[in-house]
């Protein structure tokens, strides 16, 4: 079944930037939807990013201007740049994939997650 590997979580200082990457394997079809998610301590899963076989793309508001989702149809690898880092950008992320040709609302597919530690 479809597996998903992350890299690129780390710390920084408020302010800074961080990119992270997933890469898809073991996937059956190539038309891949992916996203990324994150989830701060005692707080639940958000949705951040999502990205469409075409490039098309959703943020959350919170992260406008700030994060890129993009994605690399040959390797099925998407990546998310994350510029002028905030506190609250602060969490664990986990990146998401699902099947389609379209933006994917909701993911059968999900990695282990990357920590994205942001200090003041």
């Known amino acids: 079944q479809l597996q998903l590997a992350e890299s690129g979580g780390g710390s920084v200082q408020a302010g800074g930037s961080l990119r992270l990457s997933c890469t898809a394997s073991?996937?059956?079809?190539?038309?891949?939807?992916m996203g990324w998610f994150r989830q701060a301590a005692g707080k639940e899963r958000e949705a951040v990013a999502h990205?469409?076989?075409?490039?098309?793309?959703s943020y959350a508001d919170s992260v406008k201007g700030r994060f890129t989702i993009s994605k690399d149809n040959a390797k099925n690898t998407v990546f998310l740049q994350m510029t002028n880092l905030r506190p609250e950008d602060d969490g664990v992320y986990y990146c998401?994939?699902?099947?389609?040709?379209?933006?994917?609302?909701?993911?059968?597919?999900w990695g282990q997650g990357t920590q994205v530690t942001v200090s003041s």
């Open positions: 998401a994939a699902d099947y389609g040709d379209y933006i994917c609302w909701v993911y059968s597919y």
């Open positions: 073991r996937y059956t079809y190539s038309h891949l939807c």
């Open positions: 990205i469409a076989i075409d490039g098309s793309s």
